[in-house]
């Protein structure tokens, strides 16, 4: 265990802005009042307002620093598991940025607003055609949103058609945290589904709980193993007899770009993610963009509003684009419509990628993932060892070092310039190592990275305490979580002498 | 144009290393029949392209670039400085994910640290968590959190009419199967905060009002606050952060929960997102609270460092006994709304609101002397006020755009007594000429 005993204080490395704060400073001015002033309601006044005082140079200064003590896609090699931590690139920042994007306000007259509408009414049918489904709605704010929205349309599903009884959620035990959830979120129960020996879903397990109170299953496939789940068709075909419907969890579209489309294989709902499929940036844990596309079945009950053409296209004029309520819509799931600013950066780069460009994302993707994994496997334990996708699980311990955990790993690959994978993940297996390069690492970047793992596996056995107290080479060593818990510091103050100084 | 670093050396090495021949067999576990399929899309452009098309698109709309803006009804158009964007295309943190390391990302810890205590501040709140998607889920989420503090025993949620429409359809939208008794419209859309006491009752469990309220105005909820309390409910205030660079906080008012849309702090309109969604309360209840939360604590060096705190709340762990699905937030807008608030200071905060407050009143006297037009209500209001017309709303606004103005918002499309009521929104960006612009149009229309 790592040894947190503090002598004094502890160092400051960057002060907060709080304690860089000076009376008086400010870091952007604003005009005085251009009309005649109106009284202040005073009774309704604030008597002071505690925040911090910089100025400009203050400030940059300081997320300058604090940049720079983050790891990032533009850093370095990110393979983070499940996570699509491919490289975003500049132009989308450019063209979400301009000016008749970022200014736009949401509830302008759609007469000003044609234009997003237009990219909003495009992105929707690339999506549709992408997945193969009929409908769509681009309003949920993540992935999670997404797979709300997913369900609550599951569930206005079944109770339009009065079938009041269906209240159980089948999810696979390999599946993401966010799946069991957003079913207890949305009243559901969960029932979890075994995986076989291959990876796949075990299907004898499946049918037992396939009856008429199931509201569906939600699969993510390729699954949370990086596995394509090889009875895919038969088990969407299972749920559907029992009256079912199929959730797809989109997060590992980045293996099946124009590989293969959900809907084909029997999905009903799925949700992308635009911040892992399309390049969108993580924001260091957001913003995401959660579409959510269904069968035409599903598609009355999408969240209101959905873009489509108000008036067809006539003498000359070109349609008018307009945001329209379907007709047995769940309801509205945010304010507006959707991470707009994120559309124009999934837009710019499907364009760019045309049909042929998107089918090497997937394809280079699964190469990049089953290189590595050809290389590590006899070194690292892969429990459902076939053909990958677009990431795989290894484990992170070996019998032979039996103090080592995929903690130790994952921290003494920092020590190496890496990010490291996925490591709490999935749960069915022991010391997860999720490992997902993505398609825009180059072979070197691969190899180096390869041979970091081959010689932490060597210092696992040889010199096990360089991986208990790694990381070293970074600027800051590992943190003292229970402390954390236990003092609950969740937010600062100026200091209460402030104005005296 | 693709970012596939690889050379076709480099490929077939790579898949020697794995033993196929040919990329297309890493795809046998894929059904055959649903291999391969077509993808009808257009084909692939250049960078050099892709900026022209992009730039064509953005210019068919007309934005407040180029319109003048009297728009607000949730989303406003304040100066944003120049400094947050630079830090915002930092790629250390607009390419990093959750800090799920923090050895590697104290940069986004740290800086989530000090938004969340500002927003605490700004509040006059304990706490407050690193985001939620925008202001309506905020509430949503709210109100989910006081289901669960009552453990479902409570079924009644009393939100005001005066919380924006669009926040309230949310809310009912996640309960939809949760079989609440969501009341609040009965007491009028122009209601009172005493109205509104009447329908709180021992079944209730939480009271939701905003502040200022959709319709710009300003109302003490102390004693709503009392009335709630005294029910045994919880009190939650949706709070424009503009409006508490002046205004007495939320906290003061005893409220429980404080959320709202963070988007008037540096965050650029952009069509209705990306956004942020602020969630402050007390320390009691920060168990409760969905959501990711930053607290600090040391390194194995004795170096003050950051963590993500109380994770066993959320979702990876909980699995299906969490309270909420969130994952994914709104970091790097949070970045954006902490860098505002650094930039501003307590001297910006006071002077923006204050700049809303006067140009807002001198719009609503200007306009009010108008004949045809009178202001709807007389309680005190911020940046924002609703105007009773003669004309259809819609005509008006048709008018004014004839003329280059975004007129305000038609608040007869959410409340059907509201017809003709136009929502007029002013802040520091709009300049004493553009409000007489505005005014002297507005004369014409009732000439017509």
Redo the contacts between chains.
């Keep these: 265990m790592?040894?947190?005993k503090?002598?004094g204080a502890?160092?400051?490395?960057?002060p907060?802005?709080?304690e860089l704060?000076s009376p008086?400073?400010?870091?952007?001015?604003?005009?005085e009042?251009?009309?005649?002033?109106?009284k202040?309601?005073d009774?309704?006044?604030?008597k002071e307002?505690?925040?911090?005082?910089?100025s400009?140079v203050d400030?940059?200064r300081?997320?300058?620093k604090?940049?720079?003590?983050?790891?990032?896609?533009?850093?370095g090699f990110?393979p983070?598991g499940s996570?699509t931590?491919?490289?975003?690139?500049k132009?989308n920042?450019?063209?979400?940025?301009?000016?008749?994007?970022?200014?736009?306000?949401?509830?302008?007259?759609i007469?000003?607003?044609?234009?997003?509408l237009?990219?909003m009414f495009q992105l929707q049918e690339?999506l549709k055609?992408?997945s193969?489904f009929d409908a769509i709605t681009l309003q949920p704010?993540?992935?999670?949103?997404g797979?709300?929205v997913g369900v609550?349309m599951m569930?206005a599903y079944h109770r339009d058609r009065n079938d009041m009884k269906r209240m159980k959620m089948l999810i696979p035990d390999s599946a993401?945290?966010?799946n069991?959830?957003?079913?207890?979120?949305?009243?559901l129960k969960?029932v979890q589904i075994p995986s076989d020996e291959r990876g796949n879903v075990d299907l004898d397990a499946l049918r037992a709980e396939a009856d008429d109170t199931l509201v569906g299953m939600m699969l993510t496939n390729p699954n949370t193993l990086g596995?394509?789940d090889?009875n895919?068709?038969e088990i969407c075909q299972i749920v559907h007899d029992a009256g079912g419907l199929m959730y797809g969890d989109g997060a590992n579209m980045n293996a099946m770009?124009?590989?293969?489309?959900m809907a084909?294989?029997g999905f009903d709902v799925m949700h992308y993610n635009l911040?892992k499929t399309f390049?969108t940036?993580?924001?260091?844990?957001?913003?995401?963009?959660g579409p959510v596309c269904v069968t035409a079945e599903l598609a009355d009950f999408l969240?209101a509003p959905i873009v489509d053409v108000v008036e067809e296209e006539a003498e000359g004029l070109p349609p008018l684009f307009g945001l329209v309520d379907p007709p047995k819509t769940?309801?509205?799931?945010?304010?507006?419509?959707?991470?707009?600013?994120?559309f124009?950066r999934a837009?710019?780069y499907?364009?760019?990628?045309?049909?042929?460009?998107?089918?090497?994302?997937s394809?280079?993707a699964?190469?990049?993932a089953?290189?590595i994994?050809?290389?590590l496997r006899d070194t690292y334990h892969v429990p459902y060892d076939?053909?990958c996708m677009h990431e795989f699980v290894a484990e992170g311990r070996w019998k032979d070092a039996p103090d080592i955990h995929a903690l130790d790993i994952?921290?003494r690959l920092?020590d190496y310039g890496f990010?490291?994978p996925t490591n709490?993940?999935p749960l069915i297996v022991h010391e997860a190592l999720m490992i997902e390069p993505t398609?825009?690492?180059?072979?070197v970047t691969l190899d180096t990275f390869i041979d970091a793992m081959l010689k932490i596996a060597e210092e696992a056995h040889a010199t096990p305490d360089l991986l208990h107290?790694a990381?070293h080479n970074?600027?800051?060593?590992?943190?003292?979580?229970v402390?954390?818990?236990k003092?609950?510091?969740?937010?600062?103050?100026l200091p209460e002498n402030y104005g005296e100084q | 144009?693709?970012?596939?670093?690889?050379s076709p050396k480099?490929?077939d090495?790579?898949?020697a290393?794995?033993?196929?021949e040919k990329?297309k067999d890493?795809?046998?576990?894929?059904?055959a029949a649903?291999?391969?399929?077509?993808?009808?899309?257009?084909?692939?452009?250049?960078?050099m392209e892709?900026?022209a098309?992009?730039?064509e698109?953005?210019?068919?709309?007309?934005?407040?670039?180029e319109?003048v803006?009297f728009?607000g009804?949730?989303?406003y158009?304040h100066?944003i400085?120049a400094?947050i964007?630079?830090?915002l295309?930092?790629?250390?943190?607009?390419?990093?994910?959750?800090?799920y390391?923090?050895?590697?990302?104290?940069?986004?810890l740290?800086?989530?640290?000090?938004y969340?205590?500002?927003m605490?501040?700004?509040t006059?709140m304990?706490?407050?968590n690193?985001?939620h998607?925008?202001?309506?889920?905020a509430v949503a989420e709210a109100v989910?959190m006081a289901i669960a503090q009552f453990r479902g025993k409570r079924k009644r949620i009393v939100m005001s009419a005066g919380v924006?429409p669009?926040?309230r359809?949310?809310t009912?939208?996640?309960t939809?199967?949760?079989d609440l008794d969501i009341v609040g419209t009965e007491a009028g859309s122009l209601s009172t905060p005493d109205a509104l006491a009447e329908l709180i009752d021992e079944n209730t469990a939480l009271v939701v009002v905003q502040y200022p309220d959709f319709f710009g105005r300003?109302f003490?909820y102390t004693k709503l606050g009392e009335a709630a309390h005294k029910a045994g409910a919880l009190f939650c205030i949706v709070a424009n952060p503009t409006a508490?660079?002046?205004?007495?906080?939320p906290g003061?008012m005893d409220a429980d929960m404080v959320v709202g849309?963070g988007q008037p702090l540096g965050i650029?309109?952009?069509?209705?997102?990306?956004?942020l969604g602020f969630f402050t309360t007390r320390?009691k209840y920060?168990r409760k609270m969905a959501g990711?939360?930053?607290?600090?604590?040391?390194?194995?060096?004795?170096?003050?460092?950051?963590?993500l705190?109380?994770t066993p709340r959320?979702?990876?762990?909980?699995?299906?006994?969490?309270?909420?699905?969130?994952?994914?937030?709104?970091?790097?807008?949070a970045?954006a709304a902490?860098?505002y608030?650094?930039?501003?200071?307590?001297?910006?905060?006071?002077?923006?609101a204050?700049?809303c407050?006067?140009?807002a009143?001198?719009a609503a006297?200007q306009i009010a002397n108008l004949p045809g037009f009178e202001l709807c209500h007389d309680e005190?209001f911020f940046h924002e006020f609703v105007v009773c017309c003669k004309e259809p709303v819609a005509e008006i606004?048709?008018h004014l755009?004839e003329h280059g103005i975004?007129g305000g918002?038609d608040l007869g499309q959410d409340y059907p007594d509201m017809q003709n009521h136009l929502l007029i929104a002013v802040t520091?960006k709009n300049?004493?000429e553009e409000?007489d612009a505005l005014v002297s149009v507005l004369a014409e229309v009732n000439h017509d």
């Excluded at chain 2, 890493?26 to 059904?31: D, E, Q, R, T, Y």
Aim: hydrophobic share 40%; proline share 7%; with cysteine.
């Design positions: 790592t040894d947190f503090l002598d502890p160092k400051i490395v960057e907060t802005v709080y704060s008086g400073r400010i870091g952007v001015d604003f005009p009042p251009d009309v005649p002033r109106t202040l309601p009774a309704m006044l604030r307002l505690p925040l911090p005082e910089l400009e400030v940059v300081h997320f300058v604090l940049s720079t003590f983050n790891y990032s896609v533009d850093s990110y983070l996570c931590m491919k490289y975003n690139p132009i920042e450019d063209t979400a940025r301009l000016p008749g994007f970022a200014n736009l306000h949401p509830m302008q007259p007469e000003t607003t044609q234009g997003a237009v990219l690339w055609e992408i193969g704010a993540a992935g999670a949103h797979e709300f609550l569930r993401h945290g966010t069991p959830a957003t079913s207890a979120m949305s009243g969960v596995l394509f090889e895919v068709e770009l124009g590989i293969t489309k084909d294989l911040h390049s940036p993580h924001g260091g844990g957001g913003p995401g963009s969240p769940i309801g509205r799931v945010k304010a507006f419509h959707g991470h707009f600013g994120m124009v837009f710019t499907i364009a760019m990628h045309g049909p042929d460009g998107l089918r090497d994302v394809e280079y699964v190469l990049n089953n290189y994994l050809a290389r076939r053909i994952a921290k920092m990010h490291p709490y993940f398609e825009t690492e180059n072979k107290e990381p970074t600027p800051f060593g590992r943190l003292d979580e402390k954390a818990a003092d609950l510091v969740l937010c600062c103050w | 144009m693709t970012y596939i670093p690889h480099e490929r090495e790579m898949l290393t794995i033993g196929v990329l890493l795809f046998h576990a894929i059904p649903h291999r391969y399929p077509d993808l009808d899309l257009p084909p692939a452009l250049t960078e892709a900026a098309e992009l730039n698109i953005a210019q068919a709309n007309e934005s407040a670039a319109l803006s728009l009804a949730g989303v158009n100066y400085p400094a964007n630079h830090i295309l930092r790629g250390e943190f607009y390419t990093a994910y959750t800090p390391q923090p050895e590697i990302s104290q940069g986004t740290q800086a989530i640290f000090e969340q205590s500002m605490a501040n700004l006059g304990d706490v407050a690193a985001s998607y925008d202001g309506s889920t989910n924006h669009q926040y359809a949310t009912n939208t996640y939809q199967f949760a300003v003490d508490l660079g002046m205004l007495k906080t003061e849309e650029a309109m952009s069509y209705g997102g990306p956004y320390q920060v990711r939360l930053v607290g600090e604590s040391v390194d194995s060096r004795g170096q003050r460092a950051f963590v705190t109380l959320e979702q990876h762990i909980k699995r299906e006994r969490a309270t909420s699905n969130i994952c994914s937030n709104q970091g790097l807008l970045l902490g860098v608030m650094s930039l501003l200071g307590q001297t910006g905060m006071r002077h923006v204050e700049l407050y006067h140009k009143h001198y006297e005190p606004n048709a755009l975004i918002y520091e300049s004493k409000i």
